[in-house]
């Protein structure tokens, strides 16, 4: 047997540093991409620059639209200006600044008027408004943290209704 493994070391070495390069090319690729955490951009005065827009939170009101019991609503509206460079955002998230829980933007769900406001950032070259609407239950008071995510960043607004 062991002329066997002698005859084979080459082919065996070879095999040894394929499998090497197969695992770093995994882990090049695949894992070290996915651990970026976004770059998290702190709203100053209440505005803050993602996407290639400014953004401002406008306002946040409770219960301006109607809830299913044991819930109610806080509606936070943004406005953006726009520009050359601006592009869309991705899904808001509203969290509590001291707890656990976190809240995607449920207007799609309730019965928001479509004039009310955007949904989501757009492309566009000039000023608009955003209305993000979330389902809260009764016992979330703030304050929160609104999470607007752009390209690799996030901007993060304190609000305090």
């Known amino acids: 047997m062991t002329s066997w493994w002698r005859r084979q070391r080459v082919a065996l070495i070879a095999l040894a540093v394929a499998v090497a390069a197969v695992i770093g090319v995994h ?6 991409p996915g651990s970026d955490e976004p770059r998290v951009i702190e709203a100053q005065e209440r505005s803050a620059v993602i996407a290639g827009q400014n ?3 406008d306002s946040a009101r409770w219960s301006e639209f109607e809830a299913p019991s044991g819930s109610r609503t806080l509606s936070i509206r943004v406005d953006s200006d726009g520009g050359p ?3 869309t955002c991705g899904l808001f998230t509203l969290a509590e600044a001291q707890g656990d829980r976190v809240w995607a ?17 757009l492309e566009e070259s000039g000023p608009y408004a955003i209305l993000a609407v979330f389902l809260l239950p009764d016992d979330a008071g703030g304050p929160f943290l609104l999470d607007i995510p ?3 960043e996030i901007a993060r607004f304190v609000v305090e209704p």
Do not use: Q
Not at 27 to 32: G, N
Not at 105 to 121: I, M, Q, T
């Open 105 to 121: 933007n449920a207007r799609s769900a309730l019965d928001v008027p479509y004039e009310a406001g955007e949904s989501y950032c």
């Open 55 to 57: 953004l401002t939170v």
């Open 150 to 152: 752009g390209d690799d």
């Open 85 to 87: 460079d601006a592009t």
């Open 27 to 32: 882990v090049w690729f695949d894992v070290l």
